[in-house]
């Protein structure tokens, strides 16, 4: 339960971090997930570990983490389009 637990709030995080930033992520729900994911590892490198958890992640720097790589990747993908 713990993994899909986690599968849930990495989609949420990445879901989140999409509507903040007022970007699409690529790849849908799978996008989310794992912009989710590999933000809170961002951000825990970034700021460290602090702030409420659930679901195995700390919320705000994974949130942080989120929308800074959404930024990057949507600086990736313009700059691909042209």
């Not at 949420?12 to 007022?22: C, F, R, S, V």
């Not at 989710?36 to 195995?56: M, Q, R, Y």
């Not at 930024?71 to 691909?80: D, E, N, Q, T, W």
Request: proline fraction near 4%; aromatic fraction near 10%; hydrophobic fraction near 60%.
């Amino acid at each position: 339960m713990g993994f899909i637990w986690s599968l849930i709030v990495g989609g949420i995080l990445g879901w989140i971090a999409g509507l903040i930033m007022g970007k699409d992520i690529p790849g849908g729900i799978i996008g989310n997930i794992i912009a989710g994911f590999v933000g809170a590892w961002l951000g825990s490198l970034i700021l460290g570990d602090w702030g409420p958890e659930i679901g195995n992640f700390r919320i705000i720097p994974a949130l942080i983490g989120a929308i800074i790589l959404i930024f990057i990747v949507s600086l990736i993908m313009k700059a691909a389009r042209k």
